[in-house]
């Protein structure tokens, strides 16, 4: 009868879209990522990949350590993103290592860009012939900074002759701010590190700002920056402010091709830290170069390489 | 092969089912998917977060190179994070690695989720001696080499899809079978008002149009109902309309050849009676016949009506039935209405009396139609169409036999008055020769002899002779009178030289005023000649009456009048003789001698579209009137009633 018949084709229809879709789920139920096969017990450090080959074309970026690494790090990477994007070179940031220093990397070549202070580049513009391109832009204008002695809130500390027997925390011997110029501060007051009761050189500001906080120093000499920001916090006190002193200054080895050079150089005096670039950069504000970076004046060098000189720092 | 043949409520049942069954299937799926997406897109997040965070924590001794405090942080992280299976730090241009995993870090673990070099982060899929574990791995810092990953495991995903899957499993077992049952409902309730529509169809199939589906139900289905006895119901009515139509076809086909195959007025009726009562599916009928005068005249009877009609109606046996009278109302014929005749007998519990159904012909009643129908059957205002039909089919029938048998009556006067005519030429030129030779010719002889007389005596006798030759011109002059008399009997020249009213008062004169019959001629209206055939023919009606009340009237005064009104010559010749039965006159079964006077008149008025009447009673004068319309037209055009 052409009823049933209709109702029989109707009937295997639906039951073949049934087992249809039954088959579709249970294929699509076991369907997942592919995983790859690894054993977690059975191991060969023979299996490490090998270490990347050397980047050609790729240019490595130092930096004197001013905070911890990782904020050094966060700090800088925005940076270089920046100058690959308006140089069209490839930049690396290359950390040094707290027990090597930027002007020796820079000497060996590890290193072609550094931003680094005043003392460290004259130490590689004597060692290596290395150049410095620009220089910090700080608030003053004058692409110069200070250091600040500090100490905390509740110390009996006022003066820098109060520092006569006590504690004094320090940046690198090679830290313009952190070494050179509180020593050339403790100078002018008639005092040298022999006059303290005990003094340490830190391998960042911010490790010599948690020297003092934490109450193992009686007090401590950092960048003007982090020591403002300290201060204005509440939790450090101004002891002494030091006079101004050519910022830091970013650094090529004599060895980068000029064109490069040059380019590095208009990129950087290009940067806006306060307007256009400031939401790529990562609290570019803390510092040396708060302002961004302007073109140097190599005689306002020769003070600092005097005194440096005299205190048998610049080696 | 034979395909299994599923109800309707079982299809509705299965695929309900079946939907279900597939949607649970899909669903599981779908949300199997969702759910797996979801479960894995989080612990992606916080794969990657925790490495992140650890990669936070071990940026500065990294860098510091304090690889003792990086292990140390590891093992705190390994320790406090729970289901955490390794967590390790590698750099690989130094190609050094801090891990968590008991004995040498397997190379090959750090060469599988190697972070490819513009990546800061990966998703890898592992599966391991511990299972399936997803590896997440970030750099330690933007912009530097070194890599930190975490490994977790894959358990408390699939764990909670499993969760998840056998609960929508189980809801979708627990739904399908609601289901089923809801369609199992839902099937009966849908079906059976089907189930009844479908037991109503086929009961319709069979015929059985009466039967009325009740709607119970203000739905489609109900719509269905509805439109089913409203389909029904129609149909029914087209086949009643058709039976009833083929009735009324096969009557009226019967009776049409009936009417058309038989000329015996009283065959006719009967014949067509039967048909009608055999078509009509009737016990019976009768038609009683009117006459001139509208009475009945007589009774055709079908059936055991008749027997039953004369033991009950005796007005009908003896022909004086009055049912006919309320024939003569519009829509008479509608049932069986008060009775005052026996024919109320007839109606009973068991029968009825449709009737009476007026035949008309000729624009009057002719008879009346009855018929006896059994009250199970019926009449309907179909039957009655019918039966109005059929009594107008019958009536023109008996009109057509009626104007059959006047045209016999008429050929056959025509054909007597014709022979009339020739015999009348017969007599009148044996009385012209009996005249001349009686008269006319004995007159001339008499001349002659006297004329040879009158010669003789001219020598002889000469006064004698002019006395004889005196008396022959009064002969000559009375045998020359007749001759004139004679030649006016044949058509007075009267007639041609001063018309039709100095004619009749000639003839008048001659055959009345010689008998002292008082003669009075009077016209009105005529100023003018008529046209000569008609003065003719007037001449001709008013000479036998004139004639005839000479003859038989015994008349003591005679008034003829002729008057022209209207367009109509009217001539009237009214005497106030002893009179005469007209219809005994005028019917030649009745008459020794043909009644070709009378008939003659009428004849005459005929051929020129007119009339005559006469009007006679016995002892009280006769009145013969003739009217002749002046616009002669052929005789065929115009009724003609003698």
């Not at chain 1, 490790?207 to 509440?234: H, K, M, P, Y």
């Not at chain 1, 910022?247 to 080895?253: E, F, G, Q």
């Amino acid at each position: 009868m052409r009823r049933s018949a209709g109702g029989g084709h109707g009937l295997n229809r639906l039951a073949a879209w049934v087992v249809a879709v039954i088959a579709v789920v249970v294929l699509a139920s076991g369907c997942g990522p592919e995983a790859k096969s690894v054993s977690l017990t059975d191991g060969d450090a023979l299996d490490l990949p090998a270490p990347p080959p050397p980047e050609i074309g790729v240019y490595s970026f130092g930096f004197d350590r001013r905070l911890e690494p990782s904020e050094d790090v966060r700090m800088y990477v925005p940076l270089l993103k920046i100058l690959e994007e308006r140089t069209g070179y490839r930049f690396r940031l290359h950390v040094t290592p707290a027990s090597a220093s930027v002007v020796d990397e820079i000497g060996n070549g590890s290193v072609q860009f550094g931003a680094v202070g005043t003392l460290s580049y004259l130490a590689a513009e004597k060692k290596y012939g290395a150049e410095a391109l620009v220089a910090g832009r700080t608030p003053s204008e004058d692409a110069s900074y200070r250091a600040l002695i500090v100490t905390l809130p509740t110390s009996d500390i006022h003066g820098i002759a109060d520092l006569r027997g006590r504690s004094l925390a320090l940046g690198s011997p090679s830290s313009t701010q952190g070494h050179l110029i509180p020593r050339l501060m403790l100078r002018s007051a008639g005092l040298s590190l022999a006059d303290l009761s005990s003094f340490q050189y830190h391998s960042s500001h911010a490790e010599t700002a948690n020297a003092v906080l934490s109450g193992r120093f009686d007090a401590g000499a950092i960048q003007d920056t982090l020591g403002w920001q300290l201060i204005q916090e509440g939790r450090l006190r101004l002891v002494a402010e030091s006079e101004p002193y050519p910022s830091s200054v970013i650094a090529v080895a004599p060895f980068v091709s000029p064109a490069v050079v040059d380019a590095v150089r208009t990129a950087l005096l290009d940067l806006d830290t306060t307007g256009r670039d400031a939401p790529r950069l990562y609290h570019w504000e803390r510092s040396e170069m708060p302002l961004g970076f302007m073109l140097i004046d190599p005689s306002r060098l020769d003070r600092v390489r005097e005194h440096a000189e005299e205190l048998g720092i610049l080696r | 092969m034979r395909r299994p043949t599923l109800l309707l409520g079982q299809r509705i049942v299965l695929t309900t089912t079946s939907i279900v069954v597939v949607m649970g299937l899909l669903t599981v799926a779908v949300l199997q998917m969702i759910v797996s997406q979801t479960l894995g897109r989080e612990l992606d997040e916080k794969g990657l977060a925790t490495a992140r965070i650890l990669a936070n924590e071990l940026a500065d001794p990294m860098l510091d190179a304090d690889f003792a405090g990086v292990q140390r942080i590891l093992d705190h992280f390994q320790r406090d994070g729970g289901s955490i299976v390794y967590a390790y730090v590698y750099d690989p241009p130094a190609r050094r690695v801090v891990h968590t995993l008991s004995g040498t870090f397997p190379g090959q673990l750090a060469a599988a989720v190697l972070l490819p070099p513009d990546s800061s982060r990966s998703v890898h899929f592992l599966a391991t001696e511990r299972g399936r574990v997803r590896d997440y791995g970030v750099r330690l810092l933007d912009g530097l080499d070194q890599e930190v990953h975490v490994g977790l495991p894959e358990e408390s995903i699939v764990a909670s899809i499993d969760r998840v899957t056998w609960l929508i499993v189980t809801l979708t077992g627990v739904g399908v079978a609601v289901a089923a049952v809801l369609a199992w409902v839902l099937g009966r309730y849908v079906t059976r008002p089907l189930g009844r529509l479908a037991a109503a169809a086929e009961d319709i199939g069979k015929g059985q149009l009466a039967q009325d589906i009740p709607v119970a139900w203000h739905d489609e289905v109900g719509a269905l109902a509805d439109a089913f006895n409203r389909m029904s119901a129609r149909l029914s009515e087209t086949m009643d309309r058709e039976r009833r139509r083929n009735r009324e076809l096969t009557a009226l086909n019967a009776v049409a050849q009936v009417v058309s195959t038989a000329d015996d007025q009283t065959d006719v009726l009967h014949r067509a009676v039967q048909e009608i009562i055999a078509a009509l599916g009737l016990d019976g009928g009768w038609v009683v016949l009117l006459g001139e005068d509208g009475q009945p005249s007589s009774t055709v009877a079908v059936g055991d009506i008749g027997r039953d009609l004369a033991s009950h109606c005796t007005e009908l046996a003896t022909g004086t039935c009055s049912c006919w009278a309320t024939s003569r109302e519009v829509g008479a014929g509608r049932g069986d209405g008060e009775r005052s005749c026996g024919v109320s007998s007839l109606v009973t519990p068991a029968k009825t009396v449709a009737g009476p159904f007026p035949l008309f012909a000729g624009g009057r009643t002719v008879g009346v139609l009855n018929v006896v129908a059994d009250r199970a059957i019926g009449l309907n205002d179909h039957d009655f169409g019918v039966l109005q039909g059929v009594c107008r089919q019958l009536g023109l029938a008996l009109d057509r036999a009626r104007l059959w048998r006047s045209l016999r009556d008429r050929e056959a006067r025509v054909s007597q008055l014709l022979q009339t005519v020739i015999d009348a030429q017969e007599d009148e030129r044996k009385r012209i020769a009996r005249e001349l030779h009686d008269e006319t010719s004995q007159s001339m002889a008499a001349l002659a002899v006297g004329l040879k007389a009158a010669s003789t005596l001219v020598d002889r006798d000469p006064v004698r002779a002019a006395q004889v030759l005196e008396n022959l011109k009064d002969a000559a002059a009375s045998t020359v009178r007749e001759i004139r008399n004679l030649v006016s009997d044949l058509r007075p020249t009267l007639l041609d030289d001063m018309g039709l009213v100095p004619a009749l008062n000639w003839s008048a004169s001659r055959r009345l005023a010689e008998h002292g019959v008082d003669v009075v001629v009077t016209s009105h209206g005529v100023n003018d000649r008529l046209p000569p055939r008609i003065e003719t023919t007037l001449f001709r009606i008013g000479q036998e009456a004139i004639n005839n009340a000479a003859r038989h009237a015994r008349a003591r005064r005679v008034q003829i009048d002729l008057s022209i009104a209207q367009g109509i010559a009217t001539l009237s010749i009214v005497d106030d003789g002893r009179g005469f039965n007209v219809d005994l006159a005028t019917n030649c079964d009745h008459q020794r001698r043909q009644p070709f006077g009378l008939l003659g008149m009428a004849e005459r008025a005929g051929l020129l579209g007119g009339t005559c009447t006469i009007t006679s009673l016995l002892g009280e004068g006769t009145r013969v009137e003739a009217r002749i319309p002046l616009d002669e037209r052929p005789q065929h055009d115009r009724e003609h009633v003698a």
